[in-house]
């Protein structure tokens, strides 16, 4: 019987990463196989997830057998054993499955990885240490690169246009960057208009060059 529903991916790998992604696609109701050579990894996520398989995902047999072709959304989460990851990730590219995304643990790994053919090569740990240089360095609270260093920022209001409404602060011509949205301390996210006033407990979005947001998260 098949377990790929439409909504549903395959994580294979249940370490701290691949574990975090298949409970947060859980939470957000994704239907997940998760498979793991380890017994003590699937016991402990038995009943956490759709389906907990213990298996070992190099091995062509096991995966057709759990229908892992037959869906369109496969996360490779083997990180440390190099090896299996790379085997793994090539039975998926050889029985087409549309998305493959795996995580690479070094350049060279990840190098491997895009030459097989890989459309989402992850680099969890540099990311998050790319990701928090910028959240050490401004005084930003929450930080998303859109590419092309182009990001989206929550941050406290600089001090300098609380109180005023935001066509008076004239903060994308002073600063570069746009104030999207704001959340009132205790309520909810709404869309800014040039009337809005800024609070100093409200929480603002901002949206510009990475390093506008960072200068402008600094300024005081
Ligand atoms: P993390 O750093 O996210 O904890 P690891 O690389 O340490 O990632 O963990 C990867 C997981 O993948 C481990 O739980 C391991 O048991 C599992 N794993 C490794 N090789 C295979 C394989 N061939 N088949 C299935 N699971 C595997």
Redesign the pocket.
């Given at each position: 019987s098949s377990v790929a529903a439409a909504d549903s991916v395959a994580v294979?790998?249940?370490?701290?990463?691949?574990?975090a992604l298949a409970l947060e696609l859980m939470a957000n109701g994704t239907e997940v196989l998760g498979?793991?050579?380890?017994e003590s990894?699937v016991q402990e996520l038995n009943g956490q997830l759709t389906h907990v398989v213990s298996?070992?995902?190099?091995r062509e047999e096991v995966l057709q057998q759990l229908a892992v072709p037959e869906f369109d959304r496969v996360v490779v989460?083997?990180?440390?054993?190099i090896q299996?990851?790379i085997?793994?990730t090539s039975l998926l590219l050889r029985f087409n499955v549309a998305h493959v995304w795996a995580?690479a643990?070094s350049d060279a790994h990840g190098t491997i990885l895009e030459q097989l053919g890989v459309s989402h090569v992850i680099y969890?740990e540099k990311e998050m240490g790319r990701r928090v240089a910028h959240l050490v360095r401004g005084s930003m609270q929450d930080y998303l690169e859109i590419g092309d260093g182009f990001s989206l920022v929550t941050m406290a209001p600089p001090a300098g246009i609380v109180g005023k409404a935001l066509c008076e602060s004239r903060v994308r011509s002073t600063a570069g960057v746009t104030i999207t949205a704001v959340r009132p301390h205790n309520g909810t996210w709404t869309h800014t208009d040039e009337n809005t006033v800024i609070a100093a407990d409200d929480t603002i979005l901002v949206s510009g060059s990475t390093a506008k947001a960072e200068a402008f998260s600094l300024r005081r």
């Open positions: 294979i790998g249940l370490g701290r990463f691949g574990r498979i793991d050579m380890d990894i298996a070992d995902s190099t989460a083997i990180g440390s054993d299996a990851s085997l793994t995580k643990v969890p």
